[in-house]
């Protein structure tokens, strides 16, 4: 059994920053790619960054430019800054990751921009 454990969720004001980190932990052999997927009310959620194993990085244009995603692999953490953070950025953040040939999924973890 895997399981993600997300942590660094809050509140922040506008032009804030905030960590999230996402750890996977269980029975593991290989980690594959790495990332987060957020979701504002009423929308769809959305794909913010992703990483693969050997660290090659991907990114929502919306984000690109003030949230970078990282790893560690020997911790089997992920984790994304989140630099310059604006109302738009207020959603439920999960995180998933590509665990021994299956996709695992965080339980969510909140960020909050008031306006």
């Known amino acids: 059994q895997v399981q993600l454990v997300e942590s660094g969720g809050g509140l922040v004001q506008a032009g804030g920053s905030l960590r999230l980190s996402c750890a996977a932990s269980?029975?593991?052999?290989?980690?594959?790619?790495m990332g987060w997927y957020r979701q504002a009310p009423g929308k769809q959620r959305e794909l913010v960054a992703l990483?693969?194993?050997?660290?090659?990085?991907s990114y929502a244009d919306s984000v690109k430019g003030h949230f970078t995603i990282s790893r560690d692999n020997a911790k089997n953490t992920v984790y994304l800054q989140m630099n310059s953070l604006e109302l738009e950025d207020s959603a439920v953040y999960y995180c998933?990751?590509?665990?021994?040939?299956?996709?695992?999924w965080g339980q969510g973890t909140q960020v909050t921009v008031p306006s």
């Open positions: 998933y990751a590509v665990v021994n040939g299956g996709t695992y």
């Open positions: 269980g029975t593991i052999f290989s980690v594959n790619t």
């Open positions: 990483i693969t194993s050997s660290g090659s990085t």
